[in-house]
């Protein structure tokens, strides 16, 4: 257990819905990661808060945004989802240079 | 071209053998990471490195920076050990991952 929790751990839904995924870092870590794992392309890096700012983005699309809140827990938002955008989403955390990755949430967009 | 490849992209193994999963990559870094991702999905870091050589019991993790290139070396390998391992390297001016495909290991009894 990494200490990383995220939520839900799966997720259906339609093409052109809006879903919101949630993610609680470890105690103490100021650093979120957000990543992508998608049959076609492997692991991709989405964008990184560190106490509560963005800090870094990687190929996050425009349709999808996150936030990193006073508590320090983050959300990911996809909207007008469509089929590509079916992978599972893994956040990460660290204080340091180690990164702790949550179970990930599994999502299917139909 | 990939910033970071990896070899071999499947790997089987009898129980017992040494294993080496090789990483090179063609970016400017700052560290350079082994993670381990479980049929299940769920991932593990195993190592960080920014210069030469890692051993976590049978696990062994080098780097030469020269060469761009990091090795994982799995001593006594073990079913148990079957497992996607990933190299991820850090560019040296971001904190931004860079991922390789994935190097899918078995490990038979």
């Known amino acids: 257990d990494s200490g990383v929790t995220q939520t839900p751990k799966h997720l259906i839904t339609a093409t052109g819905q809006r879903v919101t995924l949630r993610c609680s870092p470890r105690?103490?870590?100021?650093?979120v990661y957000w990543y992508q794992q998608s049959l076609d392309q492997g692991l991709q890096f989405l964008i990184q808060?560190?106490?509560?700012?963005?800090?870094a983005k990687g190929n996050i699309l425009e349709r999808f945004s996150a936030q990193q809140f006073p508590d320090l827990h983050s959300e990911l938002n996809l909207s007008s989802l469509e089929l590509g955008d079916s992978a599972l989403y893994f956040c990460a955390s660290s204080l340091g240079n180690t990164q702790y990755f949550g179970p990930g949430t599994r999502l299917t967009v139909l | 071209k990939n910033e970071v490849e990896q070899s071999p992209q499947n790997l089987t193994a009898q129980e017992g053998e040494f294993i080496t999963i090789n990483c090179s990559y063609s970016?400017?870094?700052?560290?350079l990471h082994w993670l381990q991702q479980h049929p299940g999905g769920g991932i593990v870091s195993l190592f960080m490195l920014s210069s030469g050589k890692k051993k976590h019991g049978r696990l062994i993790a080098t780097i030469n920076i020269q060469e761009k290139h990091s090795s994982l070396h799995i001593t006594a390998s073990h079913p148990r050990d079957s497992a996607v391992y990933i190299c991820a390297v850090r560019s040296w001016n971001t904190d931004k991952l860079i991922f390789g495909t994935g190097t899918r290991l078995q490990v038979f009894p």
């Open positions: 105690s103490g870590d100021l650093s």
């Open positions: 808060y560190y106490n509560g700012e963005e800090r």
């Open positions: 970016v400017g870094i700052s560290a």
